[in-house]
């Protein structure tokens, strides 16, 4: 089977309606024809400030999402990411071989940094798609399945293993992006030219998978779209319609086109019923099946170190060819 790996940031209480739909549908799925790789990426999250107890309380609940929402940990490696040090280790070989220019020129580093304000961002966050690139080879990952948001730093992945390769022999696999077309990019609710995001300006652009279902259903409701009324699909001249749209369809496993079909003649208030109904289903027994695993966190904990376990002896494998490759002296 082939390699996949994939992560998320344990950063925020919940997951959001974008991690669902970019990240963890796709993963469920492939965990069936791949020999797949999930973990929490925290050492990543502390890129930027973290509260050390809110870290350790929302490692466990995404990792808890995870399973809630399908991953299989039986069947797929689902492990946390600063439990496998050889993350970073391999991170800070590739930072080696990496262009100050060109890490400069990651998108989502610049818009973190304005965000921060310049001065104050730190180095780890300038070297964070490095660490990432160093989460991907290490498994010798071929798939990497995200949102459209992380095609750059997968690309920044693939360059780095192709010079590695050429400077040090063959030594990575060279991963490709796994980004599904329709699914790559939800929307604000509130803000539709924006992605769906935890730092978002307003909590009403963002659907929580373990927020009340009635405050879900409120923010569909409410949701931005346009004064002309009519449904139809037009990204550039209907984001918002567009966004419900998308989503629709998705969560309902049906075209675009069919949904529009359905709706087409109705006013915009059924068509966000329905949705509402659609994402109450998705969502709700998501959040059941996570909160009934939180109540027990020494099996969470017995799961991810079970993992880990595996997850470890995949990567210490690849960094000690890495070591060697190098010119590191072996210790014995
Ligand atoms: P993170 O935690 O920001 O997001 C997790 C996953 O959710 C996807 N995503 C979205 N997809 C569609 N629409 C949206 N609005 C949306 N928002 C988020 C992201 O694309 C991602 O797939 N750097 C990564 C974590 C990471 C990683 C890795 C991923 C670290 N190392 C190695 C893959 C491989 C991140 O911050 O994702």
């Known amino acids: 089977k082939p390699r996949l790996l994939s992560g998320m940031q344990p950063s925020a209480d919940s997951l959001h309606l974008g991690n ?5 549908l796709s993963w469920k799925a492939l965990q069936e024809t791949h020999d797949a790789f999930f973990f929490l990426a925290d050492l990543h999250a502390i890129t930027v400030p973290q509260d050390p107890a809110r870290l350790r309380e929302n490692s466990r609940r995404t990792a808890a999402q995870y399973i809630a929402a399908g ?23 590739l930072n080696t071989i990496t262009g100050f220019g060109e890490a400069a020129r990651m998108t989502q580093f610049k818009d973190k940094a304005v965000k921060q304000g310049q001065d104050s961002a730190s180095v780890g966050l300038f070297t964070y798609p490095i660490l990432q690139a160093g989460d991907i080879l290490l ?16 690309e920044l992945t693939r360059d780095l293993a192709s010079r590695f390769n050429s400077r040090f022999g063959e030594t990575f696999t060279v991963p490709k992006p796994y980004i599904l077309k329709e699914s790559a990019k939800v929307y604000d609710l509130q803000n539709p030219s924006s992605k769906m995001s935890k730092s978002a300006e307003s909590a009403a652009g963002l659907i929580w998978l373990l927020d009340d279902p009635k405050v879900s259903v ?14 139809r699909y037009d990204q550039a001249e209907k984001p918002g319609l567009a966004n419900l749209l998308t989503i629709f369809a998705i969560l309902d496993h049906r075209s675009i086109d069919s949904v529009v079909e359905e709706f087409a003649g109705g006013g915009y208030g059924t068509l966000k019923k329905a949705l509402a109904e659609i994402v109450v289903g ?38 000690a060819t890495v ?3 190098v010119g590191f002296l072996p210790r014995r």
Not at 292 to 303: C, G, K, S, T, V
């Open 20 to 24: 669902y739909i970019g990240a963890l």
């Open 71 to 93: 991953i299989d940990p039986e069947r797929s490696t689902l492990f946390v990411q600063s439990h496998v040090p050889a993350h970073a280790e391999l991170a800070w070989v």
């Open 139 to 154: 498994y010798q990952a071929v798939d990497v399945p995200v949102g459209e948001d992380q095609r750059q730093h997968v």
């Open 218 to 231: 409120k923010k569909i409701m409410r949701a931005v779209t346009d004064a002309d009324g009519e449904v």
């Open 282 to 319: 998705t969502v709700e027994p998501i959040r059941a099946r996570t909160l009934e695993l939180m109540d027990d966190p020494a099996e969470l904990d017995r799961i991810l170190a079970a993992n880990a376990d595996r997850a470890d002896e995949v990567a210490s494998a690849t960094l």
């Open 323 to 325: 070591y060697d490759r």
